[in-house]
């Protein structure tokens, strides 16, 4: 449940463009799985907890993950200043779940599509969340300016800090949604007990 952030943040020249240019882009999305073993839904559960994601505090039953880089076209201006012209994202979102190592039988193949249905569209939630902050990274950077920057040195620091709030935003709403689902009562819970009792 438990989002990795790494920011690549690349900055190359582009060619000429002779408007400020909003990229058109779409994310990469991947799906990668672990093996879990059992044949019940305390097994599988317990399974999960051993062979899951690891994160700084230990392991989780699911990730999201992604890897952000870019193109930029900073482009002097005649006053002297440097703006941002374009912004090219590429972002490769990674959900990491859990899968049975083996065919499991009747009830329990039926009780498992239900929670890895109700993981996955979980983590969406987090992908979804890590694509509307690009949408709005590029939003509000394009068109950025700094003064008095003819060498567009100031305006790469002043983004980085703008992208940092950006960031630190998206990592507050992941941990939000968690909390949520996660609490008493809360979706991932009741996956997690439907699993764990068959039900």
Avoid at 56 to 66: D, K, M, Q, W
Avoid at 113 to 123: N, P
Avoid at 144 to 152: I, L, N, Q, T, V
Wanted: net charge positive; proline share 5%; glycine share 8%.
């Amino acid at each position: 449940m438990t989002t990795a952030f790494r920011f690549c943040l690349l900055a190359a020249g582009l060619a000429a463009l002779p408007t400020l240019a909003r990229a058109d882009w779409k994310a990469v999305e991947k799906v990668q799985t672990y093996g879990v073993t059992g044949k019940t839904g305390p097994e599988l559960y317990e399974s999960i907890g051993l062979n899951g994601p690891k994160v700084s505090v230990g392991r989780t039953i699911a990730l999201t993950n992604f890897k952000l880089t870019w193109r930029r076209d900073y482009r002097p201006q005649s006053d002297g200043s440097c703006m941002l012209a374009s912004a090219q994202p590429n972002l490769v979102i990674t959900y990491t779940l859990p899968k049975p190592a083996a065919k499991l039988s009747s009830p329990m193949k039926e009780h498992w599509d239900v929670f890895a249905e109700g993981l996955r569209r979980h983590e969406l939630v987090h992908g979804q969340r890590i694509k509307d902050m690009v949408t709005e990274i590029v939003a509000f950077s394009v068109g950025f300016s700094a003064p008095k920057d003819p060498g567009c040195k100031k305006i790469r620091v002043e983004l980085t800090k703008l992208l940092a709030a950006a960031s630190q935003a998206q990592r507050q709403h992941s941990r939000d949604f968690d909390r949520v689902e996660m609490s008493d009562g809360g979706n991932v819970h009741q996956l997690i007990l439907r699993l764990v009792n068959g039900q």
